[in-house]
């Protein structure tokens, strides 16, 4: 089954919202080795001008992701799951994620097209504060793997 | 505020991945796809192997732009890649990845840089066209 080419234009209700704790940012730094005290230490990263330990610049998709399966889990979309790879991922940082930040985000289908047997289908989750600021723009492209 | 570091081979590192790392990567991410955990269900699909999340790769090798900016994550500004290859994780084995950064650009008036990495495995380009804009 092909990708749905109407999801194209698409914009999904608000998710989360997501609160954001020292323990998941501690936990996705130790699983990509990344090194600044910043990301466990409150006190390196209060000396470096933060409120509270900073997320590393990719730990944005824990939550673009949990954002991105409302279109990935609707079988009207035609996205089989299992020949999903990850074409391109990109990061707008609008302000640093940090512990204690609450953040809701809101899914867009911005393209969705068919390249050489595959499907290609390019989103972007717009994450906000408590106080409905941007914080960070999650672009990302999944290619569906055609049959054989 | 940190002073940016002035020597290349700081935007240079070799990352190690092994299965228990995408393990700890997975609930870290919250990404469960069975096809970095599970070498069948990979090789079902049509994959060779398990294969290491394209964002685990991603997150590795941009750590070294947030060590080239002193530490501090707040001056990576924003960051994207292409996912141009597989980063295969054989059972019971360690994968390297060779990360490698140069300073692409620098905008005196925005006080911004541009700094552009690669990302090999055993001689194949995993990341394309990855690039950072940091703060300087």
């Known amino acids: 089954m092909a990708v749905n080419p109407d999801y194209a234009g698409r914009e999904y209700p608000p998710a989360g ?3 954001v704790t020292r323990e998941e940012i501690a936990a996705f730094a130790d699983a990509i080795g ?4 910043a990301h466990r230490d409150r006190a390196a990263a209060q000396a470096l001008g933060h409120a509270d ?6 730990f944005a998709v824990r939550l673009s992701q949990q954002c991105e399966a409302q279109l990935i889990r609707d079988p009207e979309a035609g996205i089989d799951f299992s020949r999903v790879v990850h074409g391109e991922e990109g990061f707008t940082h609008h302000r640093p994620i940090t512990a204690g930040d609450s953040l809701t985000g809101v899914l867009h289908v911005d393209r969705v097209r068919e390249a050489g047997g595959h499907g290609m289908v ?6 906000t504060d408590a106080d409905g600021q941007p914080v960070t723009t999650v672009t990302s492209t999944i290619v569906v793997r055609g049959e054989g | 505020m940190s002073e940016l570091t002035t020597d290349p081979a700081a935007l240079s590192r070799t990352v ?3 299965r228990a790392q995408l393990v700890d990567y997975a609930n870290a ?3 469960q796809n069975p096809i970095h955990q ?12 398990l294969i290491a999340h394209g964002m685990w790769t991603m997150g590795a090798a941009l750590d070294v732009v947030t060590e080239y900016v002193g530490g501090d994550p707040g001056r990576v500004l924003s960051c994207s890649t292409r996912f141009t290859g597989m980063v295969v994780v054989p059972e019971g084995e360690t994968v390297e990845v060779l990360v490698e950064g140069v300073v692409k650009k620098t905008d005196e008036a925005a006080g911004t840089q541009t700094i552009e990495l690669t990302a090999t495995c055993g001689g194949e380009k995993v990341l394309g066209r990855c690039q950072a804009v940091v703060r300087a």
């Open chain 2, 38 to 49: 599970d070498a069948e269900f990979a090789r079902s699909v049509g994959l060779p192997d």
């Open chain 1, 34 to 37: 990344a090194t600044s005290p």
């Open chain 1, 122 to 127: 390019s989103t972007r989750v717009e994450l």
């Open chain 2, 29 to 31: 991410s919250g990404d």
């Open chain 2, 16 to 18: 190690t991945v092994d």
């Open chain 1, 17 to 19: 919202p997501f609160q």
């Open chain 1, 53 to 58: 330990v900073v997320a590393p610049t990719t």
